[in-house]
C-alpha cells in the first residue's frame, strides 16, 4: 500500500503509485498507525541499537568521533570565511 502525506489540505504520495492506479480511481485513505511513536517502541529500538553497538571495535568509536569533531571545527571555520570574521 502507498504511503502519502497531507501538506496544506492536499495528499501527496510518498511511494510510487501502483501502475494499475488511472487518474480519478476512488482510494480509501486513512491515518497511519505509526508503531515507532510507541515508548515500547522506542525501548525496543534502543535494545536493539545497543546490542549492535555492544561489540563495537573502541578504536573504530574513537576514529568516528575524530571526523565528526574535525568536520564541526571545519564547518565553523567555512562558515567564519563567509562572513569575513577570523577563524
Given at each position: 500500500m502507498?504511503?502519502?502525506v497531507l501538506?496544506n489540505?492536499?495528499?501527496y504520495?510518498v511511494?510510487?503509485l501502483?501502475p494499475e492506479?488511472?487518474?480519478?480511481?476512488?482510494?480509501?485513505?486513512q491515518?497511519?498507525?505509526r508503531?515507532e511513536d510507541?515508548?515500547?517502541a522506542?525501548d525496543?529500538?534502543?535494545?536493539e541499537?545497543?546490542?549492535?553497538?555492544?561489540?563495537?571495535?573502541?578504536a573504530?568509536?574513537?576514529?568516528?568521533?575524530a571526523?565528526i569533531e574535525?568536520q564541526?571545527r571545519?564547518s565553523?571555520a567555512?562558515?567564519?570565511?563567509e562572513?569575513?570574521?577570523?577563524?
Amino acid at each position: 500500500m502507498p504511503r502519502a502525506v497531507l501538506k496544506n489540505g492536499v495528499i501527496y504520495p510518498v511511494d510510487p503509485l501502483p501502475p494499475e492506479w488511472a487518474d480519478g480511481k476512488e482510494l480509501v485513505v486513512q491515518p497511519a498507525e505509526r508503531e515507532e511513536d510507541t515508548g515500547e517502541a522506542l525501548d525496543c529500538w534502543l535494545e536493539e541499537l545497543n546490542a549492535m553497538c555492544a561489540d563495537s571495535d573502541p578504536a573504530d568509536e574513537a576514529l568516528i568521533q575524530a571526523a565528526i569533531e574535525e568536520q564541526k571545527r571545519e564547518s565553523k571555520a567555512y562558515i567564519r570565511r563567509e562572513m569575513g570574521l577570523p577563524e
